[in-house]
């Protein structure tokens, strides 16, 4: 029998969420004997085949990240968001006080670090931004939620364990983590 094929995305985060998959040590060797990683961070792959889950990390704030969780949501059968900013939208969504523009001119020409003298915003090499940063589910349908900035190791562990047991899980209270 193939094994359940898994596919992840990193958008708009840190990529803690994905760095606590790691953190489940010597336990990924069992999990990737029991599931076949395809496009992931990880992986480097780029493209999404169909798989029987999808894990988002991080919130939409443009649109080739919303096309991304679009397109994830249409290949996998089960989508997890993974980590308060897939969940929530996290501290992307510090940036939904002030228009997209300011955003860009904070970012590109008015922070201490940036040698900008021109002022010049990267317009064509950079996607749009959404009006909003935003959790995942605002896009898309989301099946599991694993908040935590990281989820912590064992949570993640478990949400794969009980996919792989057939059960669509709900992380219990006490193995959630809200730092």
Not at 7 to 27: K, N, P, Q, T, Y
Not at 31 to 37: D, F, M, N, T
Request: proline share 8%; net charge negative; hydrophobic share 40%.
């Amino acid at each position: 029998m193939a094994k359940p094929k898994l596919a992840s995305v990193w958008l708009e985060a840190c990529a803690g969420c994905h760095m606590s998959f790691l953190d489940i040590d010597e336990r990924i060797v069992d999990l990737l004997g029991k599931v076949e990683l395809t496009a992931t961070p990880i992986t480097d792959i780029k493209i999404f085949p169909e798989v029987e889950v999808g894990v988002i990390e991080g919130a939409l704030g443009n649109e080739e990240e919303l096309h991304l969780a679009k397109e994830l949501r249409e290949r996998c059968k089960i989508l997890i968001a993974w980590g308060d900013c897939a969940v929530f939208g996290g501290i992307n969504c510090m940036r939904n006080f002030m228009p997209a523009e300011q955003v860009l001119k904070e970012g590109y020409v008015d922070t201490a670090s940036t040698v900008n003298p021109d002022g010049v915003l990267p317009r064509q090499d950079l996607p749009a931004l959404l009006p909003q940063a935003i959790p995942v589910d605002r896009a898309v349908k989301v099946d599991v939620y694993v908040p935590g900035c990281p989820p912590d190791a064992d949570t993640i562990y478990y949400v794969f364990s009980e996919i792989l047991e057939g059960r669509i899980p709900t992380v219990p209270t006490d193995i959630m983590r809200y730092d």
